[in-house]
């Protein structure tokens, strides 16, 4: 007799992952695709709808192909937030995708900073609206492509997508749906914000939210899962966050990728200021999470490292990364002084700032490019802890991190010792998919939610107080450089 498999479905920026995983978290067969995404013109990202749709196909076919679609008792969905992805009234999508990482909204969002429409939006949502998420982008395609907008009959998102695809149900979870539309306090769309964004009341074309763990329905035979329950799925991050085990108020996670995220959940709370980044709507939970996405986390890293390959030495980016990584171990807390600041394509957390630009500081005559090395790794780490102390969050004890800086020793410990807390670093790679076939098994009535830790390796970097006391202090002077730096980009902005 087959063993029950659970299926978990990941959609991302760049990839599509697809794995089968046991009750107890063991993945027994994955498969990915890749995606091409579009850059009509600088700073525009796009995603024909369709083709996210094939890739997934794909990646479920070789999965099943290698695993038996009998063996398959649920399918859970996570993917990549914000961004806008529309239908029109027969379904089709009204053009390609703009995702999360677009930028065309940027002179918008820049105005609603100076004018009071970011706090306005913030009172329901409590997230600082950004570039990329889905009342931007339809503010810049009501000015810009009218069209599009009069042919929008459904909002939704990528998971939502996939989803409808599978089981002709279109609707959203909370996790989904929170940003910038939701009110937190009452969990219904608010109108306010739609006419704050200079925009008419679309609530009409948003799927009302539900629960992740609630069932959407049921695949069909064309993907060769016909009858198999699908959940509705959540957020990417939510995702992850259930795959790690993370249920309580307080608990935290770090998530060092090509950008980097703090997330933490909090229990749901008045409204007391503008908020500094995002806040999302447990997937399936009556908690809140905090998100604080800063642009910059290993991106940085591989900014540096491509910029002069050969001077590193070593034949393949791995390579390349262990011999920096070996130099900039030689360099003491501090990095001689070099400070970098991470805002390669600008910030959003624990600020909004789209015109916010990377730089070194501190370089004299006798800087190397280890101390250079150090203070990359060093600025990324800065600007976690810049988003912890601008909201005034406690740092844990201990706090999880993932990604792929968490394969990288040296990092973890530059910033364990920067948080000053115990970094527990998890290198597998799969906890959104683990997290999104847990969900789908759930909403399935065969798991339960109680079950998503798993054996896993983790390695432990306790903060090194001497090293934490040097940091404490170089911190400071980020801090101060950051807001020196802003009349600087506000300048350079303005000029060709």
Known sequence: MSQDLYLGVDVGTTAIKVAAYTAAGVQRAAARETVTLLRPQAGFCELPMELLWQAVRRAMTRVLDEVGPGAVRSVGVCGQGDGLWMLDCDMQPVRN?????????????????????????????????????????????????????AACAHILFAKDWIVWKLTGDLGTDFSDATIPFLDLETRR??????????????????????????????????????????????????????????????????????????????????FDRPPLAATVHHPFDDLWIRVLAPQSGASAFDWFAALHPNSFGGLDAGEIAAR???????????????????????????FVA????????GMRAHTTKADMARAVMEGAAYS?????????APTPDRVMLTGGGA???????????????TILANTAEDHGLWGAALIGGVAAGQLRLEDARREEDLCVFP?????????????????????????????????P
């Open 384 to 392: 976690l802890r810049h988003c912890l102390h601008a909201e005034g």
């Open 354 to 361: 789209p015109e916010a630009s990377a730089s070194f500081i």
């Open 189 to 270: 769309y608010a109108p306010e914000v739609f006419a704050a964004l200079g925009l008419p009341d679309l609530t009409g074309k948003l799927p009302q939210p539900g629960r992740a763990t609630a069932q959407a329905g049921f695949a069909g035979a064309d993907v060769g899962l016909d009858g198999v329950p699908v959940a509705r799925g959540a957020l990417d991050l939510a995702a992850m966050m259930t795959g790690l085990g993370l249920r309580q108020t307080g608990d935290m996670c770090l998530i060092l990728g090509t950008t980097a995220v703090v997330s933490y959940f909090m229990a749901p709370q008045p």
């Open 324 to 350: 920096i990584n070996e130099l900039a171990r030689a360099v003491p807390p501090g990095a001689n002084g070099v400070m970098f600041l991470p805002f390669l394509t600008g910030e959003r957390a624990p």
């Open 463 to 495: 903060a090194d107080p001497e090293a934490s006391a040097v940091y404490a202090e170089r911190f400071e002077i980020y801090v101060q450089a950051v807001e020196a730096s802003r009349a600087i980009w506000a300048a350079m902005r303005t000029k």
């Open 407 to 421: 394969r990288n020793g040296l990092w973890c410990q530059i910033v364990a010792d920067v948080l000053g807390t």
């Open 97 to 149: 995708a703009i995702l999360w990482n677009d930028a065309r909204a940027s002179d918008f969002v820049l105005a609603w900073g100076e004018n009071g429409v970011s706090d306005a939006v913030s009172r329901h949502s409590r997230t600082a609206i950004w570039p990329g998420t889905a009342g931007a982008i339809l503010r810049w395609i009501a000015r810009h492509e009218p069209d599009s907008l």
